[in-house]
């Protein structure tokens, strides 16, 4: 029972990615998604929370207008549209469940709330 990110990869300041979080043993439409990132040296940081029902979705503000979450729940996954990628966007991606609350709240969101985390995937943008 875990989620996994997927569709990291390198690209281009000012390009795009799409990631993908996926449920394995259990149905992902029932929980809160959240998505982290880590950068090296630094701490776990929260980007962005997506609700289960209630339909909200909170973005940390230095991804606001750039990245987008969407939920397809038929095919179990969430994901991640990340635009116009800066340097500074460059980490580990992650998404966990939000187990504290059924449904998001606006961030700042504690690492610490959250389960089920998966290995994550590498984001490098870069020219």
């Known amino acids: 029972v875990q989620l996994q990110a997927s569709g990291g990869g390198l690209v281009q300041p000012g390009g795009s990615l799409r990631l993908s979080c996926t449920a394995s043993?259990?149905?992902?439409?029932?929980?809160?998604i959240g998505w982290f990132r880590q950068a090296p040296g630094k701490e776990r940081e929260w980007v962005s929370c997506l609700s289960s029902s209630d339909g909200n979705i909170y973005y940390a503000d230095s991804v606001k207008g750039r990245f987008t979450g969407t939920r397809e729940n038929g095919k179990n996954t969430v994901y991640l549209q990340m635009n116009s990628l800066k340097p500074e966007d460059t980490a580990v991606y992650y998404c966990?469940?939000?187990?504290?609350?059924?449904?998001?709240?606006?961030?700042?969101?504690?690492?610490?709330?959250?389960?089920?985390w998966g290995q994550g995937t590498q984001v490098t943008v870069s020219s």
């Open positions: 966990a469940a939000y187990i504290a609350y059924s449904e998001c709240l606006d961030g700042p969101l504690d690492a610490g709330h959250f389960g089920l």
């Open positions: 043993g259990f149905t992902l439409d029932t929980y809160a």
